[in-house]
Structure formats: structure tokens, C-alpha cells
């Protein structure tokens, strides 16, 4: 493998290509319109503009993606996360077409990208699952005797479902009907297939995953797991590994419960087995992602071992060059996502223009991000600015040098999601780990949020004042009382 194309933008394209060029490879990038004068793009050795900006119009154009690789002279495809990375069809058509398709065989990515094809798949393993239907249901009456089975209260899920969405809670019976029916219309508007299921809905879980490599000698191993539990509309915004709350007993046997999940599909490449984990320290299959992670970034800080480079090596058809028990957990990382949202107007996504754009950088600080300063923020696509993690001695170090980062990171033009990261490192809650998904409604309360916003704007005015003062030094502004003008007499 000589030449990698790199199907994907920001971050993550950028990501990819580092590691591809310290492996000696050279790499072409895909770019829309909107993304011309991008990182990723200066980065690559090459670059094909795919159209305008629309994802439709571009990053998911798998036919010309293709024509580009092999116009390049690419011998296969990296699809990062998002996209085409899921895309069992041009997994497919990669692989027809004469390149490598760097991740799983397109059967793998077909059975676990149907949530309820992957529950099939998995359930002669014997693995704990989220009680439910394994089938799709349509029929109001069968639904509302089985979700009184399960007890309420459920949640009825689209089998295609994906990025938090295609979810809802129904908590009392006579809600049911019409929570179906529109469950039902918006799986078939939103994934193209109108199929839902049941599922007990897990009071107050915590979403932990493990991560595995498989190669294609038959070899499995786990790279521990990532907590991913502050979520906002059942989507991460911080990650940690190893978690707070598991013990070496339960971590060993997710681990080995996630290698029979990846055999289950004959799993190739670098994937995610995702658990529900209740109070009791429970834990039940949800779905795996056949595909890098976005917060892949915590496992290689605690373990040192590149992600990416494995992808590739595997893709290449060599062997796990370690075994299980050459893993071992090193520290602590946590990782905030650095969205372009505002976190006190509901996390809604604030495209714009990067006025200022100050990354910290530091001992125990990655950064992976893809725009600098003076960029937009385009409105097509996820408004991930960055990932900011950092890596420690123990979870409290980490956190401390994240508290750290956060304050060193100047963003100015769009609202960010800094002052919620700061928020959360900074809670009794998360210090404890006794968290769980509904972090955001637990804690993130009004009264929390305009107390954050006052302290916000002194932070913002001491800022201001400091900025002020310094600037008047230089301008050298007569001090008043200290000048020859006249001061006024009272
Ligand atoms: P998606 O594929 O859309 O990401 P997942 O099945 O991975 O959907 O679930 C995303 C999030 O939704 C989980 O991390 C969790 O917060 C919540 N969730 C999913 N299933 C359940 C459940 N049965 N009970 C409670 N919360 C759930």
C-alpha cells in the first residue's frame, strides 16, 4: 500500500494522513467547495475537489470518490468516521472496483449497521442484552403486550437508527400508540426504512465500549474500554479511559464478551462494541461500530498503541504484531469534543467564522483538530471544531491538565462547548464518576447554567479590563490627572 485517499474532511482526514505519512505513505485528499483552503487538504500530496458543499454533493459521492483514487493512483480508501465509514455498499464497491477498502468486509458493516441484525447475529454468544423485541414490530396491539411484558418504561428504537437519532421514550402505556406511529414515519423520512423495535429503556446507565482490533488471521484482541457517558441528544461531547467505575472482573469480561461480538461478524480492522451498564454494574450489548471511533483518541494515550496504523497493517493483511497480554493500561485521558455549538442556548450548533483560534498545547495535551484561524465553521456538516484530550498520571491529573487546556484555549466567533467541558471536569459529579447519560439533564439545570454564564462574563470582563490595560500601555494613553490636559474641577 502505497497511496492512501482519504474520504473524508477536518479532523479526522487530517488524522489519517499523519499516520499514513509516518508509515511512508503518500495520501491524496477529497474535498467540497467549501473546504478548498482546509488543513487537511494543504496536508495531503494530493488533492481532488469532489463538488459543492452539500455532503450529498460531495463526501458521499462513493462513485467519484472512487474514479479519484484510481485517477491518483490510490490503492485504497481510509473513510474516517461519518460518511461513507459505515456504507456497506461502497465498502463493497471499493473492494470491486480493485482497492482496499481500509475496515471491515461490507458483510460486517451490512449485519452491525442494522441494530437488529447485529442483536441476531450476537445472541447464540450468549452476551447480556437490553431486554426487547429482536424483531421489527409494526402492530399496535402485539406492541403494546409486549412493552407491557418488558414494563415501562421503553424505548422504541429504529433498526437503522444511528447518530442518537430514531429514539424515543415511551413511559406510560397510553403513549404507546402514537409514539409508534411517529417512530415509525420518521425511521422511514430519516433512514430509508420504516422498521422499529422495542427495548427496555435503562433508567440511569452509563455508556461504556470496548474497543478491538481484529486482523484477518483470526486473531481478536480489546484495547480496554472508553466511557462515554455525558452525552447531549443521545450523542457523546466527553469521552475517558479507562472508566471510573469498572473493576479488572467486569472489564475482562466485557472485553472478552466484545471479542465474541466481533467474531460473531468476522470482524476485520479496528471496531467498537458499545454497553449499556446499569447501576448494579450490569452491562448489555447495544450495537458495534464497524469503523475508527471519534474518541478513538483516549485508548492510544492509555495504551500507545496508533489506531490508525493498525487499521492500516491489518488492511494490508499482516498480524496483530502484540497479543492480550501485552496490553496494559497506562494513566488516564479524557476528551472533550470542541463543537461550534452554544452550550446555554441547548447546545444548538453556531456556525461562523474563527475570529481568534488559539489551540493550548503543553506535556499531556493532543490536539486533533482540522480548521485554524480565520476559517468558517461550514453549516454543512458536523460542527466539530476539534478534540482536545489530555493524558495523566491518574484521572484527577488528567482532568486537572484538561481544566488547564480548556482555560488556555482561545476561541473567539463562535460558541463552543469549552465552558460546558470546563463545567463538567470541574463537578462533584463527574470527580466521583457516579454519572450517568443524563448528566446534562441532572446537572446542566438552568439555575447551574446561569450561574456558569455569570461567572462567564466576569471572567470575560477581567479579560477585557486586562486587554485594556495592556493595550493603553502601548498606546501610551496620557493617564489622567498625568497629562497636560485639564481635568475637570469638581
Ligand atoms: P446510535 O446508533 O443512534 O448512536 P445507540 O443504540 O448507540 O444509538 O444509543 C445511543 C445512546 O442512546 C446511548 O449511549 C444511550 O445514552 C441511549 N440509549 C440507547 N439505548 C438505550 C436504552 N435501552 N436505555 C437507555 N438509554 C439508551
Known sequence: MKKILVANRAEIALRVMRTARKMGITTVAVFSAADRNAPHVRFADEAVCLGPPPSNQSYLLGDKIIQAAKKNGADAIHPGYGFLSENAAFAEVVEQAGLIFIGPKSRSIEIMGNKLAAKAAVKKFGIPMVPGTDEPIADLAKAKTIAKEIGFPILIKAAAGGGGKGMRIVEKEEDLNEQMERAISEAETAFGDGSVFLEKYISSPKHIEIQVLADSHGNILHLFERECSVQRRHQKVIEEAPSAILTPEIRAAMGADAIKVAAACDYEGAGTVEFLVDEKLNYY????????????????????????????????????????????????????????????????????????????????????????????????????????????????????????????????????????????????????????????????????????????????????????????????????????WPTRQE
Open 285 to 484: 450489548f447495544l450495537e458495534m461500530n464497524t469503523r475508527l471511533q471519534v474518541e478513538h483518541p483516549v485508548t492510544e494515550m492509555i495504551t500507545g498503541i496508533d489506531l490508525v496504523e493498525q487499521q492500516i497493517a491489518i488492511a494490508r493483511g499482516e498480524s496483530l504484531p502484540f497479543r492480550q497480554k501485552d496490553l496494559t493500561v497506562n494513566g488516564h485521558a479524557v476528551e472533550l469534543r470542541v463543537y461550534a455549538e452554544d452550550p446555554f442556548n441547548d447546545f444548538l450548533p453556531n456556525a461562523g467564522r474563527l475570529k481568534r483560534y488559539r489551540p493550548p498545547s503543553g506535556k499531556g495535551i493532543r490536539l486533533d483538530d482540522g480548521y485554524e484561524e480565520g476559517m468558517d465553521i461550514p453549516i454543512f456538516y458536523d460542527p466539530m471544531i476539534s478534540k482536545l484530550v489530555t493524558h495523566g498520571n491518574s484521572r484527577e491529573d488528567a482532568t486537572q491538565k484538561m481544566l488547564r487546556a480548556i482555560e488556555n484555549y482561545e476561541i473567539e466567533g463562535v460558541a463552543t462547548t469549552l465552558p460546558f467541558g470546563k463545567f463538567v471536569f470541574e463537578h462533584t459529579a463527574f470527580f466521583s464518576g457516579k454519572f450517568d447519560t443524563h448528566f446534562v439533564q441532572n446537572h446542566f439545570t438552568n439555575e447551574a447554567i446561569e450561574k456558569e454564564q455569570k461567572e462567564e462574563s466576569a471572567v470575560a470582563a477581567a479579560l477585557a479590563l486586562k486587554l485594556f490595560l495592556k493595550e493603553k500601555r502601548r498606546l501610551k494613553v496620557p493617564e489622567v490627572g498625568g497629562s497636560n
